[in-house]
């Protein structure tokens, strides 16, 4: 079992920053390949960043690549995104996942249902 709880959201102008924090519980979160995902009032949730189990591997969306690092923390059972440059398309419910199984699959990251474990979200809102 994993517990993930998001951190680290609010109000923010365009082009200032935000860090996310997700913390989890749990023996397995270094066994974990973790995600963030975020849901935009009236639409489907869509991925933004993968990191693997170790943190060696990551993986970003276009509309986040070069300006959202995503990095973890396995001796603080944390992963974070760091949100730069933000901009009133990155408004919405942020959520970190984890997925624990042995191979997820370089598809399966990029998928809702690639996960086993989420957290309630945090709110990000950039006005512009």
């Known amino acids: 079992q994993v517990q993930l709880v998001e951190s680290g959201g609010g109000l923010v102008q365009a082009g200032e920053s935000l860090r996310l924090s997700c913390a989890a519980s749990?023996?397995?979160?270094?066994?974990?390949?973790m995600g963030w995902f975020r849901q935009a009032p009236g639409k489907e949730r869509e991925f933004v960043s993968w990191?693997?189990?170790?943190?060696?591997?990551?993986d970003y969306a276009d509309s986040v690549k070069g300006r959202c690092p995503i990095s973890r923390d396995n001796a603080k059972n944390t992963v974070y995104l760091q949100m730069n440059s933000l901009n009133a398309e990155d408004t919405g419910v942020y959520y970190c996942?984890?997925?624990?199984?042995?191979?997820?699959?370089?598809?399966?990251?990029?998928?809702?249902?690639?996960?086993?474990?989420w957290g309630q979200g945090t709110q990000v809102t950039v006005s512009s």
């Open positions: 996942a984890a997925s624990t199984a042995i191979r997820m699959g370089s598809g399966n990251r990029y998928r809702v249902s690639g996960y086993d474990y």
């Open positions: 990191i693997s189990r170790s943190g060696a591997g990551t």
């Open positions: 749990g023996r397995t979160f270094s066994t974990a390949a």
